[in-house]
């Protein structure tokens, strides 16, 4: 892969999931919610409210089922992929 005329090293095997799921896992779990309001509330609470909440938000998404498709279709990616050891995830999200 090249970006500007310069080579980019990729992982191998590497593929992407699309941020649509995440999104979607946010809806599912109610974490888009907790978010909203940690936005607006952000201001008048303190910090240790703050840490809080972002404790609830983290629990909500842990505790929320992985779409069963997001999970069939990576397992299938992860066939196609014959001859990887190992393989790592991260997200582009951070």
């Known amino acids: 892969m090249r970006y500007k005329g310069k080579k980019i090293h990729t992982p191998e095997g590497a593929f992407a ?5 995440y ?4 809806k599912k ?3 888009d919610t907790l978010i ?3 936005l607006n509330r952000y201001p008048e609470w303190t910090a ?3 840490r809080d909440q972002l404790a609830v938000i983290r629990m ?6 992985i779409d ?3 999970l069939s279709e990576t397992e299938e990616m992860m066939k196609q992929l014959s001859g990887i050891v190992r393989y790592r995830f991260r997200s582009s999200s951070n």
Do not use: T
């Not at 999104?23 to 946010?26: E, S």
């Open 17 to 21: 999931i699309p941020v649509y799921y």
């Open 68 to 70: 069963d498709s997001l």
């Open 48 to 50: 240790e409210k703050v």
């Open 36 to 38: 909203q309001e940690l």
């Open 60 to 65: 909500a998404i842990l505790h929320c089922r």
């Open 23 to 26: 999104r979607q896992h946010l």
């Open 29 to 31: 779990s109610g974490a």
